[in-house]
């Protein structure tokens, strides 16, 4: 077979910061080590960095710009020979590249004849440097004397066990009566998907020791576990409170079992347990990337084990739409894929060719009863006003037709905003919705209102009557008449309306319906508490896990709420400082993963873990202890398997 003639091309960037003397550069190289000479051709790239609209280039220009897709073109006439390079210097990006994944991601040719060829991409190294790039879950060794007898994330409240005991092959469940048989059902479903072919849970004619569970005392999500010489008996007022029961003396058997030496299977004593916080969350973006549905269940998964019982679930953004919307397929139809040509183009590293997807129905269904089983509670996020670039290609008549000049979001989206004043949108939103109310249960739903542009809507003439008619001016009071109505609707429906802090601005929503979602600077959920909103305390300084793990260039992940190693994020105080008044307002923590630098499975087990269990122990534990944790940490699971340096 004869090779294709765009072999042997690499695609490769370089960063050089600023330094004294010298100006910012980012530098692309188009190499061509194959055998024909290449012409009459643009490069598409794509990834994190986006090129400032009033930016020299050098070597080549800019002819189309989306956000961080760019198409260049060298100068006429070039002619990439073999052997040589095309060299493109960039000399204003909008933000400075800080870690490996803030570069291009995926480049792609655009050729005369207009077919596509993807290009082998490499990650962007930095100028002067060749140390490795990092990514993989950074790997906590057990020390060899613990500070604790026993392995558990998050701590429970009291543990006073002794003895020890070899350690038993698994456990035989054993419900007392109708209780306890949904949380051993759910429990051997977790620990088939989080540790298959351990053998954690089996019958006792294959030597698991025997384990009772009985109806007591202990809330909403506590339990108490009773050790014995011969069997273990756990106490719990509600299967979720079981189940947590379980995960706790699964943890104590996987810690001795892979740790002999220095952990305890205990032959007597008590654990005592139950939440300090109401709300222990994560979020996941799956509009920047879809996630299968089967990763997941799969995260759901490691939730559970971490006790974690929110999952905020981020299903659309500019990027795009992912929940199937019988009353408007066109929303996944054209608002689900990406690709060169197509209504929304390559973003953030996704190629040339169609890429995307979306959770149908069922999907859903089956998500949400999975995650019920395991105790978590699922929260559909549809983001409004603001981050609607996907849906509003694909529903054009959301716009004001009148409306002829653009404003541009913080992530370069023009006219990304739905249009508070066009009536239209009220029923298309609600229609929306209400599929979704039927797809989820939960009380919540979370409806977005984060990063409008304070000039959206500036050259519409429907916002300009509306402006005049509330006697208003900007955008935050027109956004705020929107929620209002969204809010109204949805407490109709019987649910609490959930929000980003920007919910608060412009008039804001009612509290006695509400949460919102402080994320912006620690100070922020703080007021939010004292302005009297219920609040998830989720700063993107502390948990933020798109944020790297340090300053070094050679960590994967963003920067620009700064970083947050491990240690930094366990040690984070969500209500420090509060008034008791404040802390009343406090329903909880979350993690949020927003996926931007999600470039491959190492990379998101690298940002992900093990802050998602620093922020875990905060959101249940009532004596947190950093060394203690770090000791403990690195039996809990990832998403993919990814360490350092594997």
């Avoid at 409240?157 to 002794?162: E, G, I, L, Q, R």
């Avoid at 879809?290 to 929110?310: C, H, I, P, S, T």
């Avoid at 029923?427 to 977005?448: A, D, N, W």
């Avoid at 955008?475 to 109709?492: G, K």
């Amino acid at each position: 077979m004869v090779a294709d003639w765009y072999d042997g091309l690499t695609l490769s960037s370089e960063w050089r910061p600023a330094g004294e003397g010298t100006a910012p550069r980012y530098r692309l190289v188009l190499r061509n080590d194959g055998a024909q000479a290449l012409r009459d051709f643009r490069l598409g790239i794509s990834g994190p960095m986006r090129i400032s609209d009033d930016a020299e280039l050098i070597g080549g220009k800019v002819i189309s710009q989306l956000s961080n897709f760019c198409e260049i073109a060298p100068t006429r006439g070039f002619e990439l020979n073999p052997g040589e390079s095309w060299i493109v210097d960039i000399l204003k990006l909008d933000f400075p590249l800080r870690h490996w994944t803030d570069g291009v991601t995926t480049g792609f040719l655009i050729l005369a004849d207009g077919s596509i060829r993807s290009l082998r991409t490499i990650p962007t190294a930095r100028e002067g440097s060749d140390a490795p790039r990092l990514k993989g879950t950074a790997i906590f060794e057990v020390p060899e004397v613990p500070p604790v007898p026993v392995s558990i994330v998050p701590w429970p409240k009291t543990v006073a066990v002794s003895g020890r005991r070899t350690v038993p092959s698994g456990l035989a469940l054993v419900a007392n009566g109708d209780f306890g048989k949904a949380a051993i059902t759910a429990f051997s479903k977790l620990t088939d998907r989080l540790f298959a072919g351990e053998g954690l849970v089996r019958p006792a004619h294959e030597g698991g020791l025997p384990v009772e569970l009985v109806a007591g005392p202990g809330g909403k999500e506590g339990y108490a576990i009773e050790f014995s010489a011969e069997r273990v008996r756990i106490a719990a007022e509600t299967e979720t409170g079981a189940l947590y029961g379980l995960i706790t003396l699964g943890q104590v058997l996987r810690g001795a079992r892979l740790h002999l030496r220095q952990f305890d299977f205990p032959v007597a004593g008590r654990i005592e347990d139950a939440p300090a916080m109401l709300w222990r969350g994560s979020h996941l973006d799956v509009a920047r990337r879809v996630y299968a549905r089967d990763e997941v269940e799969q995260f759901l998964a490691v939730l559970a084990w971490n006790k974690l019982n929110v999952f905020h679930w981020h299903l659309s953004d500019d990027e795009a739409w992912r929940v199937e919307i019988e009353a408007y397929p066109q929303l996944t139809g054209k608002g689900a894929w990406r690709g060169y040509g197509m209504t929304v183009p390559p973003l953030l590293g996704s190629g040339p060719e169609r890429t995307g997807g979306y959770y149908t129905k069922a999907d859903i269904r089956a998500i949400v009863s999975l995650a019920g089983e395991w105790g978590i509670d699922v929260v559909p996020e549809i983001d409004v006003p603001g981050h609607c670039f996907a849906m509003l290609q694909a529903i054009p008549a959301l716009r004001d037709p009148g409306e002829n000049a653009p404003y541009h979001s913080i992530q370069s989206f023009p006219n990304n905003c739905l249009n508070p004043a066009v009536e239209a949108t009220y029923g298309i939103i609600e229609t929306i919705f209400s599929e979704m109310i039927e797809l989820f249960p939960s009380r919540y739903f979370h409806v977005g209102a984060d990063e409008v542009p304070e000039n959206a809507w500036h050259a519409s003439p429907a916002a300009k009557r509306m402006r005049a008619d509330l006697g208003v001016s900007g955008a935050a009071p027109l956004q705020a008449r929107f929620l209002q109505r969204l809010q109204a609707y949805l407490t109709a429906r019987g649910k609490i309306t959930g929000a980003w802090e920007e919910a608060s601005h412009g008039g804001g929503i009612d509290k006695a319906n509400c949460y919102l979602v402080g994320w912006r600077t620690t100070e922020g959920s703080q007021q939010l508490a004292a302005e009297g909103y219920d609040v998830v305390v989720a700063p993107g300084q502390a948990y933020y896990l798109d944020m790297a793990n340090s300053e070094d260039w050679h960590e994967c992940g963003a920067a620009w709420a700064g970083w947050s190693s491990p240690e930094k994020t366990y040690r984070y105080e969500p209500a420090a400082g509060w008034s008791e008044a404040e802390r009343k307002r406090l329903l909880g923590v979350q993690a949020c993963i927003w996926s931007e630098p999600m470039t491959d499975r190492a990379v998101f087990d690298r940002l992900v873990f093990p802050r998602l269990s620093a922020i875990a122990e905060t959101g249940w534990s009532h004596d947190r202890d950093y060394d203690r944790f770090k000791s403990l940490v690195g039996l809990m699971p990832n998403l993919y398997g990814g360490y350092e340096g594997f």
